[in-house]
């Protein structure tokens, strides 16, 4: 992590004097005590979970999502009817998806299908109920 320069350190310092009372603590162990809170939580496994939000924030993906949800399974010459996308930016798509464990694909003959998973169940019931 970066260090404050002098200026924010010294902005901070008056922060910390002023409005937490904290006479007694420095801006570098304030700001020490702030990161030690940061790392106290399992950062490595938080990022990985927030991927699925990044695999949603495109409305088409959770278009996608939707319709696995209210079927078995779809090919995806289906989804391209459906959403009138390239199918080069379907696949795009269904690969973030699929990266994000909210999806999962299998192949019966020459077409491939694909599934929501658990996951992708409960993203969506949670993005409903914001």
């Given amino acids: 992590m970066t260090i404050p320069n002098k200026k924010d350190l010294e902005r901070l310092e008056r922060y910390i004097r002023d409005f937490k009372n904290l006479h007694a603590i420095s801006a570098s162990n304030y700001i020490s005590n702030l990161r030690n809170i940061i790392e106290s939580y399992p950062l490595k496994q938080v990022k990985k979970q927030l991927e699925v939000f990044k695999a949603v924030e495109k409305f088409n993906r959770f278009k996608i999502l939707i319709?696995?949800?209210e079927k078995d399974k779809m090919c995806t010459c289906e989804i391209i009817g459906i959403l009138n996308l390239s199918q080069s930016n379907v696949s795009h798509h269904l690969?973030?998806?699929?990266?994000?464990?909210?999806?999962?694909?299998?192949?019966?003959?020459?077409?491939?299908?694909?599934?929501?998973?658990e996951k992708g169940k409960k993203i969506i019931q949670f993005i409903l109920d914001l």
């Fill in 67 to 69: 319709l696995l949800n």
């Fill in 95 to 117: 690969q973030i998806l699929e990266r994000a464990e909210l999806i999962t694909n299998f192949t019966q003959g020459k077409w491939k299908f694909y599934k929501i998973t």
